[in-house]
């Protein structure tokens, strides 16, 4: 069974930094393709990052937005995958999802998402 | 970045209603489309994928259509579990982008 949990959500002033952390399970991470995505209060789903596999050059693609700013990685040897975010703005504030890639990169598979809260 | 557009933003409907989402794309997405379900306070599932295929264990009465840059949605007998928010996205090129989603509430 897949399984993608996130962690290191939380309180962050404008200006500041988070680490954000998906671990997964149940399929050969190192294999994947995984995006992370976002959903500020009230609003809909927005797309923040995808990375490839490292057989595929770990080539990561960014949102405009955040494009810069946040910084996706993985380790396939704790089969996780992050989400480093600096310069954190109040427009930042949302839930993070980690998602996998199906196909041609559909999110297929979601985590339980993160909050993150930006605020003075 | 190519937009996608929902309509209607929100619609009401009974139980055993016929439900249509339209979702338009900005530009020629061939059929790289993708449709989730997401309920209050959860993470979106996954439902739909090339347009029109479904993702198993989705129920049949849940489908999908179209290509190019007009798509549809369509829930042919709507059931209590369907009340939900649905949001169409394209994977034709990055940046990704989802439409503005649509709710789908109870008349």
């Known amino acids: 069974e897949v399984q993608l949990v996130e962690s290191g959500g939380g309180s962050v002033e404008p200006g500041g930094s988070l680490r954000l952390s998906c671990a997964a399970s149940?399929?050969?991470?190192?294999?994947?393709?995984m995006n992370w995505v976002r959903q500020a209060p009230g609003k809909g789903l927005e797309w923040v990052g995808r990375?490839?596999?490292?057989?595929?050059?770990?080539?990561?693609d960014y949102a405009a937005p955040v494009k810069g700013r946040f910084s996706i990685s993985r380790d396939d040897s704790k089969n996780t995958v992050y989400l480093q975010m600096n310069s954190l703005k109040t427009e930042d504030t949302a839930v993070y999802y980690c998602?996998?890639?199906?196909?041609?990169?559909?999110?297929?598979?979601w985590g339980q998402g993160t909050l993150v809260i930006v605020s003075s | 970045a190519i937009r996608m557009t929902q309509s209607p933003s929100s619609l009401s409907a009974s139980t055993g209603d016929r439900v249509t989402i339209t979702c338009r794309a900005s530009?020629?997405?061939?059929?790289?489309l993708a449709w989730y379900q997401q309920k209050p306070g959860k993470a979106p599932k996954f439902l739909i994928y090339?347009?029109?295929t479904l993702q198993s264990g989705v129920p049949s009465r849940f489908s999908g259509s179209g290509s190019g840059t007009d798509f549809t949605l369509t829930i042919s007998c709507l059931q209590s579990e369907d009340f939900a928010n649905y949001y169409c996205?394209?994977?034709?090129?990055?940046?990704?982008?989802f439409g503005g989603g649509t709710k789908v509430e109870i008349k």
């Open positions: 996205q394209q994977y034709y090129n990055y940046p990704f982008t």
């Open positions: 149940g399929f050969i991470f190192s294999n994947a393709y």
């Open positions: 530009q020629d997405i061939t059929t790289y």
């Open positions: 998602t996998t890639c199906g196909g041609d990169c559909y999110s297929n598979y």
């Open positions: 090339a347009a029109s």
């Open positions: 990375i490839k596999s490292k057989p595929d050059g770990e080539t990561i």
